[in-house]
Structure formats: C-alpha cells, structure tokens
C-alpha cells in the first residue's frame, strides 16, 4: 500500500515536470499552446456564425479577446535561438522576423478592431470570422510546415 503510494507519487512528480517542460517559452508544445487557444477561440466564433450556438455578445467579446491578446503575444515564442527542434514552424519565420510579427500583430489589430465595433447577430460573427480567418491561412501558408 505504502510502495504504491510513493509510485504514484514519483510518478505525478515526473508529470509534473513533463508538463513544465512542454511549455517551456520557445518550444513547439508553447507555440500551439497558443496556436491552440487562438484556435479554440475562432472555433467559438464559427460555431455562433454558423447557428449552432446562440449569439452571445460576451461569448464574442471573449473570443475576440483570446485572439488579440495572443496573436500579440505568440511571437515571443520565437525567439533567435529557438530556430531548431519545431518540426512545424519554418526557419522562414527567423529570416523574416519583421513580417512575422507584422502578421500577428496584424490578427492582433483585427481582432481588437472588431471588439471596438462589436459584431451584434451571427450574420455579423462570420463575417468577423471572415477577416480574422484570412490572417491564418496567409501566416500558416508561409510559416507553418505540414508535418503529415
Ligand atoms: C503570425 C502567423 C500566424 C497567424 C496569424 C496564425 N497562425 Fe496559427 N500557427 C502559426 C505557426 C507558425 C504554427 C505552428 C507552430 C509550431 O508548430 O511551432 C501555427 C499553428 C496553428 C495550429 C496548430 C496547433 C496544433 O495543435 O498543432 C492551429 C490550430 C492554428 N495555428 C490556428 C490558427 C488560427 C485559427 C488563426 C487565426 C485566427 C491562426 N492560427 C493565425 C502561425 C500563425
């Protein structure tokens, strides 16, 4: 009983520092980390545009707001000497830091731009949707690798 006590214990511990390590600022687990909130939070938005959730106006001021504060936030991830081990983020985003971050700044802008001017039924969230969608894919296209 005592011994599997302490198994369990050490074994909790080694999680622990797994999970510590993951998100270790400039590591791919940080990244989608990220990735996975901002993802998260369009997946929020789609749902109300498409109807199958009802339009919440705090539930889109939120979305919105995941995205903007961290699109601004995702390219500290990316810091110079954090270019290798991330088989999904391209060295392009090292040789062109500047656009980069332009390109998160600029979702980042979007999304703050539309939480001034907040988007009132679900017709208005897909159109939203819409402008902030277009920065994912142009980012993705030129710096994110397919890993399949
Ligand atoms: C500034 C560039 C940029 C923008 C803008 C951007 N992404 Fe990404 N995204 C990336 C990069 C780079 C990766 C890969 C990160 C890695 O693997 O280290 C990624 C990965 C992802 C992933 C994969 C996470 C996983 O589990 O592997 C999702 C989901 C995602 N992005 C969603 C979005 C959505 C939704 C938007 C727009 C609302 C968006 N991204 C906008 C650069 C961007």
Not at 126 to 145: D, F, I, P, Q, V
Request: glycine share 8%; with cysteine; net charge neutral.
């Amino acid at each position: 009983m005592r011994l599997k006590a302490i198994a369990a214990a050490v074994l909790v511990a080694g999680l622990g520092v797994t999970a510590a390590f993951a998100a270790e600022d400039g590591t791919h687990d940080a990244r989608i980390a990220l990735m996975k909130k901002i993802g998260g939070a369009a997946g929020a938005l789609s749902a109300i545009a498409k109807g199958e959730k009802p339009y919440d106006a705090d539930a889109v001021k939120a979305a919105l707001t995941t995205i903007a504060e961290t699109a601004k936030v995702f390219p500290d991830q990316f810091k110079p000497g954090t270019e290798t081990g991330d088989k999904e983020a391209s060295p392009k985003i090292w040789e062109n830091m500047d656009d980069f971050k332009a390109r998160a700044l600029k979702l980042s802008t979007d999304a703050s731009t539309e939480i001034a001017q907040l988007p009132s039924d679900a017709a208005a969230v897909g159109a939203a949707l819409k402008t902030l969608g277009g920065n994912c894919g142009s980012c993705h296209e030129r710096y994110r690798l397919k890993v399949d």
